[in-house]
């Protein structure tokens, strides 16, 4: 019923910039908060950063300076504008959404299939 699908992952060196996108699409009524999330090779899911429908942010303090997250309400899409990366940064990167659907009551969490980063020393 929704899909969100990620782009702009990548490689790049230390130091570099990239941009994260997901849009989000199905049977959507209202979008509460979207986020990303990551997870490194051997360590659990994290938040990244998150906003909410009114534009409220929050960040891990690894990324706090960094990172900044920033959605278009009207074509259901966040952003994530990652810069002066670090080999930390390392990890598949993960949109998510909690949402509600159209016909029905309760809220939803989806997760998009992830978008690789590697930052090179």
């Known amino acids: 019923q929704v899909q969100l699908v990620e782009s702009g992952g990548g490689l790049v060196q230390a130091g570099g910039s990239l941009r994260l996108s997901c849009a989000a699409s199905g049977s959507i009524l209202r979008i509460n908060a979207m986020g990303w999330y990551r997870q490194a090779p051997g360590k659990q899911r994290e938040m990244v950063a998150q906003?909410?429908?009114?534009?409220?942010?929050n960040y891990a303090d690894s990324v706090k300076g960094r990172f900044t997250i920033s959605r278009d309400n009207a074509k259901d899409t966040v952003y994530l504008q990652m810069n002066s990366l670090k080999p930390e940064d390392t990890a598949v990167y993960y949109c998510?959404?909690?949402?509600?659907?159209?016909?029905?009551?309760?809220?939803?969490?989806?997760w998009g299939q992830g978008t690789q980063v590697t930052v090179s020393s």
């Open positions: 998510n959404s909690i949402l509600s659907l159209v016909g029905f009551i309760s809220v939803y969490q989806y």
């Open positions: 906003i909410t429908s009114a534009g409220n942010t």
